[in-house]
């Protein structure tokens, strides 16, 4: 017995949906970023205290400035904030 494979050629207008799909998420995700670039800028203007309050440090501040424009400094911000507070939960543990 012989099996047929019927290979259809994909119609070019179903492609174009996932093409404006990916461009739309581009866009969108460069205006998040433009977005979260302007409130990372404010966190600036913070004073060291409130900073600290919510778990970060100036020098927090000038490593995430450092990320491509493209990109989200938030991100950097959480990751920083994130390693920090495990290393702090490390260190509690094994002084309790």
Do not use: C, Q
Request: hydrophobic residues 45%.
């Amino acid at each position: 017995m012989t099996t047929f494979e019927f290979a259809s050629e994909t119609p070019r207008i179903t492609t174009r949906p996932a093409v404006a799909t990916r461009a739309l998420n581009a866009v969108a995700d460069t205006y998040r970023a433009w977005k979260n670039r302007r409130a990372f800028y404010r966190l600036g203007e913070m004073s060291d205290a409130e900073l600290a309050d919510i778990g970060l440090t100036r020098a927090d501040l000038h490593v995430a400035v450092a990320v491509p424009f493209g990109r989200d400094p938030t991100a950097k911000l959480r990751a920083i904030a994130d390693d920090r507070a495990d290393t702090i939960e490390d260190l509690a543990r094994k002084v309790a």
